[in-house]
């Protein structure tokens, strides 16, 4: 299984909402990532996990929350976003050790803030 | 500043030639470098990647080279496929392995 599996695929929400996206892998990857893609754009990188504890925050503003509850799960939650925060969020996960070099990707959520 | 970078936003190639996807990169101290391949409203997909300390490194139809003098990667991608379209990203790794990509080149191989 090299699976990284997001909900939900897409998402609209209000500038006044509270929601989460979710990513699961079963890899046994104790490194975990965040990444904001916009249009036309390359993925950014927004936190790293390491071991569940936030090793990386890529100067994110506060309306994002990230949170690590095991070694399988990342959940990122989302308050008071604006419209430019619209953007193809993708998790990814990798080994945080040994030879294997590649990190995989989920298929991201398409969020739409109105 | 730019870390990686990829100077090419675009490439067309005829099916069953060679696609050469181009990537330069800054940062002396990256060890391993990735390329991906993306279609659109997907995720990111492993291609091949190559350590700092080789200069090349083969699977099967993709072909990466390094050349740690000038700082540059590029991908050989031969025969061309008509598959093989989509948008290519050059990535560096980080100390805690987290990825920096390029901006991406959209490669579109004609049947």
């Known amino acids: 299984d090299t699976e990284v599996t997001q909900t939900p695929k897409h998402l609209v929400m209000g500038m006044t909402n509270k929601k989460s996206l979710k990513c699961e892998q079963h890899m046994g990857h104790r490194a975990m990532y965040w990444y904001k893609q916009k249009a036309k754009k390359p993925p950014e990188l927004m936190f790293v996990y390491s071991y569940e504890k936030l090793s990386i925050n890529e100067s994110v503003p506060s309306r994002f929350s990230p949170e690590c509850p095991n070694s399988s799960l990342l959940n990122l939650h989302l308050h008071a976003l604006q419209p430019e925060d619209s953007a193809l969020y993708l998790c990814a996960s990798s080994q945080s050790t040994g030879r294997s070099t590649e990190a995989f990707f989920g298929q991201g959520t398409r969020l739409t803030v109105v | 500043d730019q870390q990686v970078k990829q100077n090419s936003p675009s490439l ?22 990735l390329w991906y391949k993306k279609y659109p ?14 200069d090349k490194n083969e699977d099967g139809r993709f072909t990466v080279f390094l050349n740690k003098s000038a700082k540059h990667l590029s991908l050989h991608i031969v025969p061309s496929q008509p598959g093989d379209s989509a948008v290519y990203f050059c990535a560096s790794r980080g100390s805690a392995r987290q990825l920096t990509f390029g901006s991406g080149t959209q490669l579109t191989v004609l049947p």
């Open chain 2, 12 to 33: 067309s190639v005829q099916e069953g030639r060679i696609s050469i996807l181009n990537c330069d990169y800054t940062n002396s101290m990256f060890d391993y470098f």
């Open chain 2, 41 to 54: 409203a997907e995720g990111p997909t492993f291609l091949i990647s190559i350590s700092s300390i080789k």
